[in-house]
């Protein structure tokens, strides 16, 4: 089960972060990548750490590195998404996913999903 938090309206430049609370045993074993959806468009991978048992790497698209870090707390059970220096174009519906092993940063063929969480970058 995945369970996104932290959405919310923030101004252009704002930042946010988002969790993703995940369980079940396998989990922290797998991949956990964040996956957005804006109105109209097609789902957006932004995001992947891989899980225990591997070097812990990190993936992004190129639309959001340098702005973005995920982070993974696996004692917790939790996957996070810093989201600085937000623009309009990253509102969106963020979706939690896992897989297996992170593919990339804009992969989007997830076998386990959350329910989602808004995020709007609005003046």
């Known amino acids: 089960q995945l369970v996104e938090s932290g959405g919310g309206l923030v101004q252009p430049g704002g930042s946010l972060k988002l969790s993703c609370q995940f369980s079940?045993?396998?989990?922290?074993?797998?991949?956990i990548g964040w996956v957005r959806q804006a109105p109209g468009k097609e789902r957006e991978g932004v995001s992947c750490?891989?899980?225990?048992?591997?070097?812990?790497?990190?993936y992004y698209s190129d639309s959001v590195k340098g702005r973005f870090t995920i982070s993974r707390d696996n004692a917790n059970s939790i996957v996070y998404l810093q989201m600085n220096n937000l623009k309009p174009e990253d509102t969106a519906v963020y979706y939690c996913?896992?897989?297996?092993?992170?593919?990339?940063?804009?992969?989007?063929?997830?076998?386990?999903w959350g329910q989602g969480t808004q995020v709007t970058v609005s003046s």
């Open positions: 996913a896992s897989d297996p092993a992170c593919v990339g940063g804009d992969y989007v063929q997830y076998d386990y």
């Open positions: 079940g045993f396998t989990l922290k074993y797998y991949g």
């Open positions: 750490v891989d899980g225990l048992d591997t070097d812990g790497t990190t």
